[in-house]
């Protein structure tokens, strides 16, 4: 085994379990720290392809800005220990069946293009500054630009809501 | 055992300079405890730590037996995980944030490789730089909550909303630095400064990032000091430990070595933000005096400074109130004065001190501007500190942005 497949193993296992821990918790301090530990490996796996500015900017900004954010509000609303429900009878006719087929769809998917995901991983381009920014602002630019505008609609969408509630 | 030991000499190198630098980074955190309580206790008219040792010098020792052998309680009701978690993460992130930092331009010869000073040369180093810090700030909000008591939890909201401010000024300020240099790696962005033309031609001094470019990046500095003075919870800007409101804010609950986990967590941020600073804005291990023969004698500043100060211990040595001091100070003056003199004798360790001698020194004076402002400043109001963050410091490191982008465009990047 190489190196680098024992720490693919570790990162995959690591975020597989936080993953399951995130909705498992009950108390939502918790899930929000087993989301930062998917957050942080899935940041190594994408290391591991060599992507380092993807890494850095996942750690930066969903690692620390916006889970610090979900704490911070756990913690200001002061959000105490949650309950199981019991399985509602949606979750139970339409939930299961929907979610084996999805994760088949996905199987079926990577099944079929597996040298494509292989190739898309280690394509060192996408890795570099110029690279990104390249592919940001002249090959995706209005992609990008429309994405920013969404942005600022659930900005503006949310300083409306606040405003109403006085 | 030869053939393990080539296979894996990478290995074992790095192994060795994290524990050595792990040792070091201990140890001056101790001694800046110490710096700090000596130099605010100056401002204030006080003679500081005094008892332990000649000139207090052996109090970080005293503080750390007392730190290891205190009772630990772990109070009622605390979430114990995330309890435990809290300084642990705090003390882990501070110190893995030191290991990107490079300490010297050239690297030491040893059992033929080229071993340099720090342990990780990353490219994307200032990033993988701000990726740490902005983990750190998990463990000061933990902390607040998993005490289970009013003030922590008051300490951590504040530490949170406090950290989440500032961090888009931080990262802003620096953007300028990072197009004047055109890359993220470190040790680049420092020879980046190297090769600069400089203001009026003249080298050195001129040419580092503060000073030079198309853009002088003063005002990214100040906006950054600023910022990062508050992402490391220091005064004036220390509001989730303010003793007055808050008895010590986050850490309350926390007693014996986690409490100080986090101390050390606190003065080893300082330490990477010192060193960030230095080697973004003030050249890094670069002199600031231009590298031509007139200057050659520049060269000799380590040894005039250590000769001098050496002597000085000495003379203040023998006359010292107690035995014990009349017997450590003269040795380590003299001590002191022979490493002075030792360079002066071999030329060959004297070039390669230069570039650490230049970085720890610029480390050094902004440590001491970090303690001077402990000393002067008055704490701000919550108010005042988010009105400084959202509304002056972040628009003007975005301006400072945008104009450096267009300096560049006229002028070049250098």
């Known amino acids: 085994m190489t190196p680098q497949l024992g720490i693919f193993c570790v990162l995959a296992a690591l975020s597989?379990?936080?993953?399951?821990?995130?909705?498992?918790?009950?108390h939502p301090i918790h899930s929000a720290l087993s989301l930062i530990v998917v957050m942080v490996s899935l940041a190594g796996l994408y290391l591991l392809m060599g992507a380092e500015f993807v890494a850095a900017v996942q750690i930066i900004v969903y690692g620390g800005a916006i889970m610090v954010l979900f704490v911070f509000v756990i913690m200001l609303l002061n959000a105490g220990v949650e309950e199981y429900t019991n399985l509602s009878k949606l979750a139970g006719i339409a939930g299961i069946p929907l979610t084996v087929a999805l994760a088949g769809f996905i199987a079926a998917a990577i099944g079929r293009s597996g040298e494509a995901v292989q190739a898309a991983a280690q394509t060192g381009a996408v890795s570099s500054t110029r690279g990104i920014s390249t592919m940001l602002f002249k090959d995706f630019v209005y992609p990008f630009e429309l994405t920013s505008v969404l942005i600022l609609v659930a900005i503006l969408g949310a300083i409306v809501l606040a405003q109403r509630e006085k | 055992m030869s053939s393990f030991l080539s296979t894996n000499a990478l290995l074992i190198i790095t192994l060795v300079k994290i524990a050595l630098l792990l040792f070091i980074i201990l140890t001056v955190n101790a001694y800046l405890t110490w710096f700090e309580r000596k130099v605010v206790a100056h401002i204030q008219s006080r003679w500081g730590p005094y008892r332990v040792g000649p000139h207090g010098l052996l109090q970080p020792l005293a503080d750390g037996l007392k730190f290891l052998f205190?009772?630990?309680?772990?109070?009622a009701g605390v979430d114990k995980f995330v309890?435990?978690?809290?300084p642990l993460l705090s003390l882990a992130l501070a110190l893995t944030s030191i290991a990107v930092i490079p300490f010297g331009p050239a690297p030491i010869h040893l059992f033929g490789r080229d071993i340099y000073l720090g342990i990780a040369d990353v490219n994307m180093g200032i990033?993988?730089?701000?990726?740490?810090?902005?983990?750190?700030?998990?463990?000061n909000a933990l902390a607040g909550w998993a005490s289970n008591s009013k003030y922590p939890l008051l300490g951590g909201l504040r530490g949170s909303a406090q950290m989440i401010s500032y961090e888009l000024s931080l990262t802003m300020s620096v953007v300028g630095?990072?197009?004047?240099?055109?890359?993220?790696?470190?040790?680049?962005?420092?020879?980046?400064q190297e090769s600069a033309h400089g203001l009026f031609g003249w080298q050195g001094i001129f040419s580092w990032n503060v000073f030079c470019g198309p853009l002088p990046q003063i005002v990214g500095f100040l906006c950054f000091f600023v910022s990062a003075i508050a992402e490391t919870n220091r005064v004036p800007f220390d509001l989730p430990e303010a003793e007055q409101e808050l008895v010590a804010g986050f850490n309350t609950e926390y007693a014996s070595f986690k409490f100080a986990m986090f101390f050390i967590a606190e003065y080893t941020s300082m330490i990477t933000v010192s060193c960030l600073c230095a080697i973004?804005?003030?050249?890094?291990?670069?002199?600031?005096?231009?590298?031509?023969?007139?200057w050659a004698f520049?060269?000799?500043?380590?040894?005039?400074?250590?000769?001098?100060?050496?002597?000085?211990?000495i003379w203040d040595g023998i006359r010292y109130e107690t035995i014990l001091g009349r017997l450590i100070l003269p040795a380590v003056g003299t001590a002191t004065a022979a490493a002075g003199a030792a360079l002066l004798y071999f030329p060959q360790v004297n070039e390669f001190i230069q570039g650490p001698f230049w970085f720890l020194s610029k480390v050094f004076v902004f440590l001491f501007i970090y303690v001077w402002m402990r000393g002067t400043l008055p704490r701000l109001r919550y108010d005042q500190l988010m009105n400084i963050g959202w509304k002056l410091l972040l628009p003007v490191s975005i301006a400072n942005v945008i104009i450096t982008a267009f300096a560049i465009l006229k002028w070049g990047a250098r």
């Not at chain 1, 399951?20 to 009950?26: D, F, G, N, R």
């Not at chain 2, 630095?177 to 962005?189: D, Q, S, Y």
């Open chain 1, 16 to 26: 597989v379990l936080g993953a399951l821990s995130l909705i498992l918790q009950k």
């Open chain 2, 70 to 75: 205190k009772e630990d309680p772990t109070p």
């Open chain 2, 83 to 86: 309890y435990f978690l809290a």
């Open chain 2, 127 to 139: 990033l993988a730089l701000f990726a740490i810090t902005a983990l750190g700030v998990y463990g």
């Open chain 2, 177 to 192: 630095v990072l197009l004047m240099a055109g890359t993220f790696n470190l040790r680049e962005i420092i020879n980046a």
């Open chain 2, 280 to 294: 973004l804005f003030f050249g890094g291990w670069l002199s600031p005096f231009p590298a031509t023969s007139t």
């Open chain 2, 298 to 313: 520049t060269h000799y500043l380590p040894s005039l400074l250590l000769i001098p100060f050496g002597l000085w211990v």
